[in-house]
């Protein structure tokens, strides 16, 4: 597949580093000159200078015939710009980045597929945290049917030591797929002689209704969370102050730009505004902050949100979670006691993967420590994998089903589980695999 980036911000570099791996033929136009050569120099990819919203520009890069153009640039009149230029030169598919709410009520006849605004994928996300305090992921597929949670296995757990089939033979009171361990910044796909040990960071498929059964099984205690600290004021901290009000939750939010604080509290009038540090102890410690509190670090300094959840939690904070921009530092955090981490980047990248996937895909998500993806899929009738046995498929390695949705009904599959036209699967795959299973899932 051809696929033009405008924009080598984060969101688009990482969309760039993703799709040249998987051998996509990959253009990224950036209109800032040492960001432009800085992308040159560290992605596989062939980098265009200049603006991306230029008809001249956008011919250059081959955009009239892509598959698929993705703007998400940091400036929303030039993301709208390219993609209705570019649906003109013949690009096959658009889709934009755009955060401000007015732009994205007036596009009629600008050409624009999919629109997408990273902070509300990922304040989504913080919601389903906040909900379930402790675990480090929450993502619903198939309307909540199944649910994809996220964790780290405690000293003394039930799993710690133990092969997954050993576990799955005497925890039967309910479904669950071990989907994924990360181990030492590297991922293993489960299987039945994986032995979990503690410290790694598992996800796990569960029917809904049992994510505190599948968090007992690590050996981790969920939290109730009376008060949401949001520290930042940056779009995703506004955005999620404005989903947890809406929610009816308890809110605070720290920022120390005395403007922006009071921009904040004539848009978010239920919450308590405070004007501080956010690394400064004096001003966690005037929060009061205890074991029902949930402390989201959503500025737009990573070493700053890191600190500042670290102080939360030694202040008493129940709930910790850092919005962390650069991906080096995610492998990093695996043995810091922060719960869950946070990224735009992953959130865009959620939004748009699905378009770049062959077959019948439904929704994407990746993640912050690995480079496996859950692709939800419909199974067509043609495909070689419909009316097989799980244990007859010849899965590629790297590869493991975590769910199948069927006429309303959510399955964690067995190994005698049928997989019949029109299902909807999930799967979790490397990306070495991914090819493969479009082909055996959707033909």
């Known amino acids: 597949m051809k696929i033009v980036i405008v924009g080598a911000g984060a969101v688009g570099s990482y969309l760039a580093q993703r799709l040249s791996a998987e ?43 892509a598959d698929l153009l993705i703007a998400v640039s940091n400036n929303d009149g030039v993301n709208l710009l390219a993609c209705h230029t570019a649906h003109g030169l013949g690009a096959g598919r658009t ?33 389903h945290l906040v909900r379930q305090g402790g675990v480090s992921e929450l993502i619903e597929f198939g309307e909540g049917k199944l649910i994809l949670v996220g964790g780290t296995v405690r000293t003394g757990s039930p799993l710690a030591g133990s092969t997954l089939a050993e576990v799955r033979a005497e925890v039967t ?38 994510v505190d059964k599948a968090t007992d099984l690590w050996g981790l205690s969920t939290r109730h969370v009376a008060r949401t600290v949001i520290l930042g004021s940056t779009h995703l901290a506004e955005v999620t102050a404005v989903r947890l009000l809406s929610e009816g939750m308890n809110v605070a ?41 949930a402390v989201l670090a959503l500025s737009g300094w990573d070493e700053t949100n890191i600190l500042s959840c670290l102080l ?14 650069n991906q080096a530092l995610t492998g990093l955090l695996g043995d810091v006691d922060i719960d869950a981490v946070i990224s735009s980047r ?24 690995t480079d496996a993806e859950a692709i939800e899929l419909e199974v067509t009738a043609t495909a070689p994998a419909s009316g097989q046995q799980v244990s007859q498929l010849r899965l590629p390695p790297g590869v493991v089903i975590g769910g ?40």
Do not use: Y
Request: with cysteine; aromatic share 4%; charged share 20%.
């Open 95 to 127: 889709v934009a980045r755009v955060e401000d709410p007015g732009l994205r009520e007036g596009l009629t006849g600008l050409n624009v597929d999919v629109v997408i605004d990273p902070a509300e994928s990922a304040a989504e996300e913080l919601l």
């Open 173 to 210: 009171d309910f479904d669950w797929v071990g989907a994924i361990l990360v181990r030492h910044q590297k991922t293993i796909i489960a299987h039945g002689d994986t032995v979990v040990l503690a410290g790694d960071h598992m996800l796990m498929m569960v029917t809904s209704g049992n």
């Open 404 to 443: 199948v949705l069927r006429d309303g009904l959510a399955i964690v599959p067995r190994g005698d589980t049928f997989i019949e036209p029109n299902d909807r699967v999930i799967l979790f795959s490397l990306p070495s695999a991914i090819a493969a299973i479009e082909t055996l899932f959707s033909g």
């Open 23 to 65: 051998g996509q033929d990959v253009v990224v136009i950036e209109s800032e000159e040492a960001r432009a050569q800085q992308s040159q120099a560290t992605l596989d990819v062939l980098v265009i200078e200049g603006n991306g919203a230029s008809p001249a520009i956008l011919e250059e890069a081959g955009a009239g015939a």
């Open 346 to 369: 992953l959130a865009a990248a959620n939004a748009i993967l699905q378009f770049v996937r062959r077959g019948l895909i439904h929704s994407v998500a990746t993640f912050s420590d």
């Open 312 to 325: 939360a939690r030694a202040l008493g904070a129940g709930t910790t979670v850092t919005r962390v921009n």
């Open 253 to 293: 939010v720290v920022d120390p730009d005395r403007a922006r604080c009071r921009v904040l509290a004539s848009h978010l009038d239920r919450a308590m505004i405070t004007c501080g540090e956010l690394t400064d102890p004096a001003v966690l410690s005037s929060l009061g902050l205890t074991r029902s509190d």
